[in-house]
């Protein structure tokens, strides 16, 4: 007898957005990227073709938008050959079990992910006493249980490849969790970030709603491990990508992208790290 998927107890809806809800963008011919409330989702792959690549699941309650904007780019019979999980933080993990009942298709997350995708273990609790913003404060009420979908989880190929992503390679970026990842593709300096790093203090709430640019660490209130965090940035910035598409705000380019990004690794004791929090 299959295991029936489901979401902790604690699921639900975030009342949070930015002015970038609902709008979606070409970033290349084969990514597209697509804002829901405050986080980013990637479709990966041809447009002409009806066959893609999703990169994480969005927000609680987001299925529907992430169907339609699917449909609109590659076909209202497309389905995807897989999704591909950064990590599994309520925001990236949202709309998984509709997602897969309507597409029934494979779930790809690091091995680290998976007590957190398979009921085994919640992820620790938000952290309201980090400096910063009112999300910051407010994040007490955002999603923390282990979600289940044991059945349809495959773990990332251990040869570094990313499922039905040619020439992508996943690249370990603990910190912010401890299974999360960021893809990159050599070829054209393409990372698809998670949050390893973000481009917009998550947790200021007007920063959020204004999606104000600002390269900063990976947000404050769910970040449980500095030092491996500050190290995933290092290890992102010695690719010397091209193109940073995050998790969190908008996408950075060329040489505005490696000033950033190198300042972020110079500073990230100042600019990413709080100066109080329990997982300090």
Known sequence: MSKEMNYGDDYKF???TSIG???????????FQHTIQVVNVFFYGDPDSN??????????????????????????????????LTHGHFDHVGAIIELIEHWDVPVYAHEMERPFLTGETDYPEPDSTVEGGLVAKMSPIFPNEAIDISNH???????????HMPG??????????????SLFREEDGTLIVGDAFVTVRQDSLYKVFTQEKEISGPPRYLTTDWQQAWDSVKKLAELKPTLAATGHGVPL????????????????????????????
């Open 253 to 280: 380019y060329g040489d505005e992208l490696t000033e950033d990004l190198n300042d972020l690794v110079q500073n990230f004791e100042e600019v990413a790290i709080p100066d109080e929090g329990k997982y300090i």
């Open 14 to 16: 975030i009342p949070a």
């Open 51 to 84: 066959e893609f690549v999703l990169i994480d699941a969005g927000m609680p309650r987001s299925a529907d938008d992430i169907k339609a904007v699917a449909a609109e780019r590659f076909g209202e019979d497309a389905r995807p050959k897989a999704i591909i």
């Open 168 to 181: 992508f390679r996943w690249v370990h970026t603990p910190g912010h969790t401890p299974g999360h990842v």
């Open 153 to 163: 989880l495959e773990p990332l190929p251990s040869d570094g490849s990313v499922p």
């Open 21 to 31: 809800s609902g709008v979606g963008k070409e970033l290349l011919t084969d990514l």
